[in-house]
């Protein structure tokens, strides 16, 4: 009885072996490609169209990406002030609300009706100034990501502009 349970627990411990292995050898090959493919280097004149024209592709990236971080920052104060007005107002209509909660404590119908309205629009005012605080971290978010994608595209430039004067070092310069 005791071998019975030896042998059933080997084959799972190969196969927990097993699985580790086809997941370590599954990931070094997906990384190898995966580097391979981003880090393209260009070496010889040969390669000087590609370099070209990925050299371009990347500068109209940066001009995009420029345009739209330009954008996205002269939007926020837009989106700044809504959130400051709006959490006014629903500061606002909750001291209202609350002034109508107190006339309906001692009140009569029609009051607690009121202050069940003040409330509900209270209510409705702070999700909107919940709502405008949202856009403004969200248009932050925005920001901060453009800016680090302009700062990745910079960079490629950089490292094509090191290749392209590699690759005219190459090239002999003609003497007459």
Known sequence: MEHSA???????????IMKFIYYLLSTV??????VSTYAQKYKSPADTGRLNVEYVKTQNDIADLTSKLSTAQSDL???????VNAGNVAQTTAA???????KARSGNLQDSKDAKKAADNAYSKAKDARTANDNVGKQNEKIRK???DLKVKRQRLKDLDIMRA????????KTN
Do not use: E, H, M, R
């Open 6 to 16: 030896y042998y059933t627990s080997l084959p799972s411990t190969k196969i927990q």
């Open 29 to 34: 090959v997906l990384l190898g490609f995966s």
């Open 77 to 83: 104060p837009g989106y700044q002030t809504k959130a």
């Open 96 to 102: 209202t609300s609350d002034t109508s909660a107190t």
């Open 146 to 148: 453009l800016t680090d």
């Open 166 to 173: 590699d690759i005219n070092a190459q090239i002999p310069t």
